[in-house]
């Protein structure tokens, strides 16, 4: 089972006791700081979770098969 952004709303309520309309706006406001961050060309590091950075995705080129000649 993955680890979803409701369930994520769900444990912080559960464990801090807010509506889940501000447990959601918590989570909300994490994903859109980690988001303009990364947009910026900045990292994220949060200790003892993991880092958050921007690849760059190379262009994969596809090769087109070359009718045969006889």
């Known amino acids: ?3 979803t952004k409701a369930r994520i709303v769900e444990s912080i ?3 801090t006791g807010f ?3 501000k447990s ?4 909300e406001n994490l ?3 980690i988001k303009s961050t990364l947009a910026s060309g900045e ?3 949060i200790s003892n979770f993991g ?3 921007v690849r760059e995705k190379r262009n994969a080129e596809v ?3 070359q009718p045969v000649t006889p």
Request: with cysteine; net charge negative.
């Open 1 to 3: 089972m993955s680890l």
């Open 13 to 15: 309520q559960n464990q």
């Open 19 to 21: 509506s889940k309309n």
């Open 24 to 27: 959601l706006e918590i989570v």
């Open 31 to 33: 994903l859109e700081i």
């Open 43 to 45: 990292d994220v590091l």
């Open 51 to 53: 880092k958050f950075c």
């Open 63 to 65: 090769g087109i098969p």
